[in-house]
């Protein structure tokens, strides 16, 4: 790249051309830190403000894809992840990576369909695991660096979770001391999971600063414990955001210094865990790149994020097909997916996912109750309206789907899991994953 194509891309952003971002998205690395250089606070939150606006615009246009491979006749249900959509979430991440010269690492318990992880690990420096199964998956699909997190450790898996890991973050000084002596043989790095002593989670259910929690050692505890490890200690890691913007990890910040300031110089790294909604369109990314800035700045240490949902934030769907209309006071369209075995995040978190097409119950002309197939009375996904009739056959898309489905689905009823397909680049879709019967069966005793 020479100094005229790079003048090019600048002379974009100061002029907020959106068609900059994608230029310089793709300037080679060196180049991208000599444009970041070269700009001034004010032409930096010009370069943030087109990055985020030509992202908007990408996902508005290729959201018709999604439509179109539903009407197309695909058998569902499927969960349709578009990898063109996530590369625009990864862009996002590695600006920030740009900005701040921090590591992001791709949460797997959010999301762990290998088949789009070439595209993802050229833009992320590796995956954060919670035990054996996500750290080994980890290695072998996603490769560079893997840290592993569990609220509590097999004696039994360790071994195992060792050769798969490169970080192993312990919840307690009685974890860490059964396993340090294996854990520096083994030359991986250590780091302790605490309590950063505010979080602000919709639901004590989502919140690992709550009353009673069990993840995380509490301040009380670990100035007691800290210093008779403290050079076996790399790094110290907490988690306290859930789907969350920057103001929120500002208040955690405040609180987990104040506690643990002066428990970090001289460490490797900290880490600020998941739940930073990056790519979702309201984020503040300044402020998290302030964030990011003035803590590394201030402590010397390597900054890792690890989030998970905005890695693959409306990047997937699933489509269904509407099987049956019953009435029962209102019109109730039974669909070939289920909230209870498909979607379960709908009735835990819980929160009602968009169809597209439609609006809230009434909104439209034709209101219908949405519900799975499953004995279960609750399997409802919820109430929506629409333009036109609902009739058997047609297909039901419900966007959001790549985060938290996949991973948590279950085959409750004997009821079959989604297949898995991946809308490639060009436009073409590509099933990656079929089940049946045995995937069912090999479940149960």
């Known amino acids: 790249m020479d100094l005229q194509s790079r003048d090019i891309v600048i002379e974009a952003i100061i002029k907020k051309d959106i068609n900059g971002a994608a230029k310089f998205h793709d300037l080679p690395y060196q180049e991208r830190i000599k444009v970041i250089n070269a700009l001034d606070k004010k032409y930096l939150k010009k370069l943030t403000y087109i990055i985020k606006q030509a992202k908007k615009i990408r996902f508005h246009e290729l959201n018709s894809r999604f439509l179109r491979v539903a009407n197309e006749g695909i058998k569902t249900p499927v969960y349709v992840i578009d990898e063109t959509l ?13 900005r701040t010269g ?82 520096k043989k083994s030359n991986r790095q250590v780091g302790i999971r605490v309590n950063p002593g505010y979080g602000e989670a919709a639901a004590d259910i989502y919140n690992a600063c709550a009353p009673y929690s069990r993840l995380g050692i509490v301040y ?48 490797k790294w900290v880490n600020f865990g998941g739940g930073h909604h990056i790519t979702r369109d309201d984020y503040d990314i300044e402020l998290l790149i302030r964030l990011i800035n003035e803590f ?48 379960p995040d709908v009735l835990l978190m819980p929160y009602r996912p968009f169809i597209i097409g439609s609006d809230k119950a009434n909104e439209k002309r034709y209101t219908y109750r949405i519900a ?53 680049k060009k436009g073409d879709i590509e099933v990656v994953r079929r089940f049946g019967y045995r995937d069912y069966m090999s479940r149960q005793s």
């Open 372 to 424: 799975g197939p499953s004995c279960l009375a609750g399997d409802i996904v919820g109430d929506y309206s629409f333009d036109k009739p609902l009739k058997v056959g047609d297909r039901i898309v419900f966007t959001d789907m790549a985060l938290y489905s996949i991973v948590k689905n279950t085959t409750f009823n004997g009821i079959n899991l989604p297949d898995i397909a991946v809308l490639r």
């Open 102 to 183: 921090c590591k992001i690492l791709h949460a797997l318990k959010a999301y762990a369909s290998f088949a789009t992880f070439p595209v993802m690990k050229v833009y992320l420096d590796g995956t954060c695991a919670s035990g054996l199964n996500e750290a080994r998956l980890g290695q072998e699909k996603f490769g560079k660096e893997v840290h592993t997190f569990a609220a509590a450790y097999r004696k039994d898996e360790f071994k195992k979770i060792l050769k798969y890991s490169d970080v192993i973050i312990f919840n307690s000084f009685n974890q860490l001391e059964r396993f340090i002596h294996i854990t």
């Open 296 to 343: 590394q700045d201030k402590y010397k240490v390597q900054v890792y994020l690890e989030p998970g949902e905005a890695s693959v934030l409306n990047a997937g769907v699933l489509i269904a097909s509407v099987l049956d209309i019953v009435k029962n006071v209102m019109d109730i369209a039974i669909i070939d997916a289920s909230a209870e075995t498909h979607m």
């Open 86 to 98: 996530i590369e625009e979430n990864m862009r996002v991440l590695r600006y920030v990576k740009d």
């Open 220 to 267: 009380e505890i670990f100035k007691e414990g800290f210093l008779a490890y403290r050079d076996k200690i790399d790094g110290i890691h907490f988690h306290a955001l859930c789907q969350q913007n920057a103001d929120a990890l500002k208040k955690i910040l405040k609180s987990f210094e104040k506690l643990y300031g002066k428990y970090i110089r001289g460490l």
